[in-house]
């Protein structure tokens, strides 16, 4: 029987926040506990107290380290002294694979992949979008930019991992059809995060976890919880927990409309301490590719109102109730509807069985080690 190798995996990414975080520690943990060595580069200037508890329990397990440099949000003359240092971190630790996470981690993991080589090194280039540059419009300047940029690096790529089919339609739309080989592997969840969370006795109406900025679409959730409040013509709260430079202005919308004691907003915490905060959970995104935080909420028992955008359908099927366009006025619909009979709405989630099978840890583990032992095959 042929031993699998061991290998040296570095997961490199910019900002240690949200679901690209969550899914590059459920990674670490998936590849540590199959006897690889592995590390993190990412940037300094992002994150905060809540991601800096996470780094401390996750880095003195990984063999490779955490290494933490600064890095600008877009690529540009102004980065490449960021890059070359950068570039001189991830060299150093020698890495069989190099797994770029988002655009800027895509773009570095590539690249600096590929200058190895100089160095007598040939790590396998992995890419996940993680949908990053896919967000943006293929018709303004910055997008033609940055989908020409993902064009270039397309040849520099060993393997390209999507996370939802709708991330693979998008790539293959605005920047085209990969010439990588590419995989379709969900963000997975542990067997432990399958277990129902109750709800708190005084809970809210309403629940929203996520960060504060407008992609995220806290706005429209305060402005579908005044409607919803008009409509129903019952008094409503929420709570509201994340970290982000937009919050300030979400507590001052939330007082405009009338709500400055009955929505309180809370500091970014484990997603499992949060959900009981809430009845009725609310994902009001503007855009997604597959975030984590619809599959833990499900895994997690909690009934669910989330954008029918990105991979999210893919979740719950086309055609769920639960799924609404994100607009303060379709929110609120989905919103009433849900408050008309709870016990019903919740009767329309996804089946725990059928999450597991498809949004397991293991099976996303799985799917990305048999991608990265395929690329280091093809390359010798």
């Known amino acids: 029987m042929q031993v699998k190798r061991k290998l040296r995996i570095v997961h490199c990414f910019r900002s240690p926040v949200g679901g690209i975080f969550r899914h590059v520690r459920d990674l670490c943990d998936a590849q540590m ?43 540009g003359f102004g980065d490449l002294v960021a890059a070359w240092r950068t570039f001189n971190i991830v060299r150093a630790m020698q890495p069989d694979v190099l797994h770029g996470h988002g655009a800027k981690g895509g773009v570095y993991a590539r690249l600096f992949g590929t200058m190895m080589r100089l160095f007598g090194q040939k790590p396998a280039r992995i890419y996940s979008p993680h949908g990053g540059s896919l967000h943006y419009d293929a018709a303004t300047m910055t997008g033609r930019v940055f989908f020409a940029l993902e064009r270039m690096m397309d040849r520099f790529s060993d393997h390209i991992l999507f996370v939802s089919e709708y991330e693979r339609r998008t790539y293959e ?28 006795p005084d809970a809210a109406d309403f629940l929203y976890i996520g960060m504060m900025r407008d992609l995220k679409g806290p706005d429209l959730m305060i402005d579908a919880l005044a409607l919803t409040e008009k409509t129903t013509g019952r ?32 500091p970014a915490m484990p997603a499992r301490a949060a959900f009981g905060r809430g009845r009725i959970m609310v994902v009001p995104s503007r855009a997604e590719a597959m975030p984590y935080i619809v599959l833990e909420a499900l895994a997690a028992g909690r009934p669910l109102i989330a954008s029918a955008v990105g991979g999210i359908p893919e979740v719950f099927g086309a055609n769920s109730p639960a799924l609404t366009a994100p607009s303060e006025n379709a929110i609120a619909d989905r919103m009433g509807f849900a408050l008309a009979d709870e016990a019903a709405f919740q009767a329309l989630m996804p089946e725990q069985a059928d999450l597991r099978a498809r949004f397991g840890a293991d099976v996303m583990a799985r799917a990305i080690e048999t991608a990265y032992q395929a690329s280091l095959s093809r390359r010798a």
């Open 173 to 200: 739309r605005k920047v085209g059809r990969p010439r990588a080989p590419n995989t379709l592997v969900y963000n997975g969840l542990n067997a432990d995060e399958f277990v129902t969370v109750a709800t708190a």
């Open 33 to 75: 506990a199959d006897g690889h060595a592995v590390g993190i580069v990412c940037d300094s200037t992002t994150g905060g107290d809540f991601e800096a508890r996470l780094f401390a329990e996750i880095e003195p397990r990984l063999a490779l380290g955490v290494k933490r440099t600064p890095m600008q949000r877009h690529v």
């Open 235 to 266: 008094k409503l709260s929420a709570v509201m927990i994340g970290d982000g430079d937009d919050r300030d202005a979400y507590v001052a919308q939330a007082k405009e409309r009338g709500f400055g004691d009955r929505i309180t907003f809370l």
